[in-house]
């Protein structure tokens, strides 16, 4: 176990030397080791006290992060989940510890991130009393979580933990919390005890109908205008590869929701780009106007569909997702598909289809592309242009950083212009849309892939509902590029307020900021500020052949919006913005 406060060797020695009899925090301890779990975000308390006692004790190899706040630590371990593909995993303290957790949490199901959450809990003996830091985190987080527990009994620990990492990561991943309470820590287990668990009512089907396979396919064959929508499912099947070739073999042109970005490669000729309220103006004519839409791993989240009665009213739709619930919940399906999108994918190459000739189709998706592509003005005059700037990162580190986004218009402007070629570069909050998730998501995504640039993009609002985590820069020597595209204001809410709100700028500018480098500096960490667009290159160059951590202020054009949307009530071929 690293410890990494320097203790003085003196009261190491003497602690190392305490004898103590096995507890079930020892056990948790082993049971964590068991799951090769190498990295924990967490924070103590008094309720999970004989935890951290237990990691203090122990002899296991895994990386405990202290974040500064426990939401930090819940969304580093979404970070670090979503480009490792591993569960992640959080201890916090009961009560305030636990409550901290609760956007987390929540964001976590939204974007179906595996994670398992380690609560601790006041002793049973005084459970509903209101005990000091009690506070019912069954009863909280039962909407909010895939599963959740209260152990009751130490022997219960070894399957209660296996058998929330097998919910956590399996069928459609999301949290699960374990609330565990101090006597149970503390008790003294004796034995050995099942790890084995049996879930009749939790088995996801992953193997699609063959019928159902070849349904997907006849209708391929009779489409005209067919169109691929692909989420996140893909990536957290592991199905880009058969994602690729199944869309070359028919030639179907493939749009991608917000989190599934990266699971097609942007640069493909057969990518539209994101769809939605801010996407490409050809990914959602196409969505509009396709008479096949295979919906491979999304949601058909409203952002993306905008007004229900506008979504693909001409197409037949065919679904596969692995969570039946999703099946049918927003959009009428003809071809629902229950499964894993990889081994969908492959049953779907595995089985012939009739080559269709689909050049109309394409030509006009070809002038759709052309003449209205994601478009900026490009003036230096107020200032930096944000659209340009994510460009010119994505430029410098040739599109292969891990890019993780915070809330607002930074995480459409990264979504729109950092171009992603590969799976599992990309860290977002979708669903729930939490400003604050974005830095600590880089930290969490730096720490699972230390060889990668990971490159954290954040509004000047939502970076201070997290900033306290830059100390973990430091500490861990994490070398994060913090970029900032600071426009005094919480941007997005200011670009509704003009557009929605006859310019009532309620609330929205923030003429107060700090001054980010100094305040990057008292982390410890190095700090730029820049104001010109001829220093954007030269900073550039700078900040990622820097062999450390680094906040750069980019002061961007304070008024830029987010272009094109789709107003809120509109069907998405009634963009706004699409031309200059
Ligand atoms: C926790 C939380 N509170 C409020 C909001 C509503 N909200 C969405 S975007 C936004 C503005 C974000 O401002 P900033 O972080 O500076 O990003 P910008 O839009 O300027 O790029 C706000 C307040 C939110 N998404 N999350
Ligand atoms: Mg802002």
Not at 141 to 168: C, G
Not at 514 to 536: H, Q
């Amino acid at each position: 176990m690293k410890v990494e406060a320097k203790m003085d060797p003196q009261a190491t020695e003497q602690a190392a030397k305490t004898e103590k009899p096995r507890t079930g925090a020892d056990l948790l301890i082993e049971l964590l080791e068991e799951q090769d779990v190498d990295t924990v975000f967490g924070y103590p308390g008094g309720a999970v006290l004989p935890i951290y006692d237990a990691m203090y004790r122990a002899d296991r190899e895994f990386k405990h992060i202290l974040t500064r706040h426990e939401q930090g630590a819940i969304f580093a371990a979404e970070g670090y989940a979503r480009v490792t593909g591993k569960t992640g995993v959080v201890i916090a303290t009961s009560g305030p510890g636990a409550t901290n957790l609760i956007t987390g949490i929540t964001d976590a199901m939204m974007d179906s991130l595996p994670l398992v959450i380690f609560t601790g809990q006041v002793a049973k003996t005084v459970i509903g009393t209101d005990a000091f830091q009690e506070s019912d985190v069954l009863g909280i987080t039962t909407p909010i979580t895939k599963y959740n527990y209260q152990v009751d009994d130490v022997r219960d620990l070894p399957r209660v933990v296996s058998e929330a990492f097998h919910i956590a990561s399996t069928g459609r991943p999301g949290p699960v919390v374990i609330d565990i309470p101090k006597n149970i820590a503390e008790a003294l287990p004796e034995g050995i005890f099942s790890r084995e668990f049996n879930l009749p009512g939790y088995q996801p089907t992953t193997k699609p109908n063959p019928k159902q396979i070849v349904k997907v396919l006849r209708a391929l064959e009779n489409a005209k205008k067919p169109l691929i929508l692909a989420g996140a499912g893909v990536l957290f099947a592991g199905a880009t590869e058969e994602l690729k070739q199944f869309a070359e073999r028919s030639e179907v042109p493939v749009v991608n929701t917000l989190l599934g970005l990266g699971n097609f490669p942007g640069t493909h000729p057969l990518s539209l780009g994101m769809g939605g309220m801010h996407g490409s103006y050809a990914a959602n004519m196409a969505m509009y106007e396709c008479d096949y839409l295979i919906n491979i791993g999304a949601r058909f989240d409203d952002r993306l569909t905008g007004n229900l009665d506008h979504y693909a009213p001409n197409a037949k739709v065919a679904h596969i997702d692995i969570d039946p619930a999703e099946i049918g919940k927003n959009v009428v399906t003809e071809i629902p598909v229950v499964a894993d999108a990889k081994e969908a994918l492959q049953a779907l190459l595995a089985n012939e289809v009739k080559p269709v000739d689909h050049a109309e189709w394409h030509a006009h998706i070809e002038v759709n592309k052309e003449k209205y592509p994601l478009w900026y003005e490009h003036d230096d005059k107020e200032g930096i242009s944000p659209q340009w700037l994510v460009k010119k990162i994505h430029e410098h580190t040739d599109g292969n950083a891990i890019v993780t986004t915070d809330v607002g218009q930074n995480q459409m402007w990264a979504a729109q212009f950092y171009t992603l070629d590969k799976p599992n570069n990309w860290a977002s909050s979708g669903g729930l849309g939490s400003m604050g998730f974005g830095f600590p998501a880089a930290i969490g995504a730096q720490l699972g892939r230390p060889d990668d640039v990971v490159v954290s993009i954040n509004g000047d609002g939502g970076f201070q509902m997290n900033l306290q985590e830059l100390i973990l820069l430091k500490q861990w020597n994490l070398p994060v590029k913090v970029i900032i595209l600071n426009n005094c204001a919480l941007g997005m809410v200011r670009q509704w307020q003009e557009d929605f709100y006859d310019e009532r700028y309620s609330e929205s500018l923030l003429d107060m900021n700090p001054d980010f480098v100094k305040l990057a500096e008292s982390y410890g960490v190095r700090g730029m500020k820049i104001e010109e667009e001829a220093d954007v290159d030269a900073a550039l160059e700078d900040i990622f052949s820097y062999d450390g951590p680094v906040l750069a202020d980019f002061r961007i054009i304070p008024k830029e919006r987010v272009l094109p949307i789709v107003a809120p009530g509109k069907g998405i071929h009634q963009m706004l913005g699409v031309e200059k």
